[in-house]
């Protein structure tokens, strides 16, 4: 009853299912079906007992870890409480009234909310028939711009090459890119930050480090618009990533080759995923994510959704314009994609 008016219409986010146990396979969360490295439990476990004494503020050990796995200078990193503290630090930053976002119409649906809290004016710009994002409507356009590279639900990505266009072409406005998917075989725009002091690049251990519970995220700009985003930081939540996180960080940036090993299992299982489910009759697009975005054609994608979870499977289904003939399915391990073959063979047989 004290919440301010101003607040009171905001949306709020829906997240897909999170059962847990019960049988349920979890396809729907976009979370690694691996475990985290052997060296992360071990690290999590050397920091209990030094619980009572505060965080490093500056991460400063998994910045450099971090700058050292990539190339680039701890200056040019940022760690945050996950990925989405870091995107809301940013719309913080370089958004508001007087600076409106631009962000594609069917995306990452944090965006919106970001937006909605601080009263941040947006423009959709619709993505073509083909659910590709078109560079060219964001040449020029004067707005602080925001998308996720591949895009999400689609699994579509753009190019390094057409980012920097779009960079380049709006030289007063930040242009933040999302590659919270970028190991599943999409292009980094990870080089481009030295050329282009506006681009923002997000990241996160939620996806391919198996660290979604963890709450990890990180990005990289050139050293003054870091600079700029850790005002914000300081002064809003200075002690975010507790010793916990960041010395799991540390230890999922040491076995970085683990994560990439089973990077290529994913890819191998997501191919495997599309071509079952075209076999099924599905319409699918060509994701470079850890999930595909699929269209069923023997009945609906909300039917076949409640179909799916009364066998024990979750898969994410958006009641929305344009998407809500298509499910997101995460892709999991070998087995559980195999049962939700298993399960739509059973669904369709019966269609």
């Known amino acids: 009853m004290f919440l301010l008016e101003k607040h009171r219409r905001l949306p709020a986010y829906v997240p897909g299912d999170h059962e ?21 439990a071990k690290a999590i476990a050397g920091e209990v007992g030094k619980l009572g004494y505060y965080n490093d503020p500056d991460c400063a050990a998994l ?59 947006m423009e959709k710009v619709p993505l073509k028939a083909d659910f590709t994002i078109d560079y060219r409507d964001y040449l020029g356009i004067g707005k602080t711009i925001v998308f996720p590279n591949p895009n999400a639900p689609t699994g579509y990505a753009m190019p390094a090459g057409q980012v920097a266009q779009i960079a380049k072409s709006n030289p007063q406005n930040v242009v933040i890119v999302d590659e919270a998917y970028v190991d599943f075989g999409a292009q980094t725009c990870l080089p481009l930050i030295d050329e282009c002091p506006n681009l923002l690049i997000v990241r996160t251990f939620s996806k391919s480090r198996s660290m ?23 002064a809003i939540n200075l002690y975010s990533v507790n010793r916990m996180t960041q010395a799991a960080g540390i230890a999922a940036v040491q076995e970085n080759d683990y994560y990439m090993a089973n990077c290529e ?78 399960a739509i063979e059973m669904i369709f047989g019966r269609a």
């Open 63 to 121: 910045r450099s870890a971090l700058a050292g796995l990539y190339g680039v200078k701890p200056e040019q990193v940022i760690a945050t409480n996950g990925s989405d503290e870091l995107l809301y630090f940013a719309f913080l930053a370089f958004a508001d009234e007087a600076h409106p976002i631009a962000l594609p119409d069917i995306t990452y649906g944090y965006y919106d909310l970001f937006a909605a809290a601080q009263g941040i004016p």
């Open 265 to 342: 299992k994913i890819i191998a299982t997501r191919d495997y995923t599309t071509r079952m489910l075209r076999e099924q009759g599905f319409e699918v697009l060509d994701s470079l994510g850890n999930f595909v975005f699929a269209k069923p054609k023997a009945m609906s994608a909300k039917a076949l959704a409640s179909q799916l979870r009364e066998r024990g499977i979750l898969v994410r289904y958006f009641d929305k314009d344009r998407v809500r003939d298509y499910l997101r399915i995460t892709i999991g391990a070998m087995q559980e994609m195999q049962a939700l073959e298993c």
């Open 20 to 40: 847990e146990g019960d049988g349920f396979i979890r396809l729907n969360t976009n979370e690694s079906p691996y475990p985290p490295s052997p060296g992360v």
């Open 212 to 234: 979604a519970g963890a709450r990890l995220g990180y990005g990289f700009a050139c050293e003054s618009l870091i600079a700029e985003l850790e005002t914000i930081r300081n």
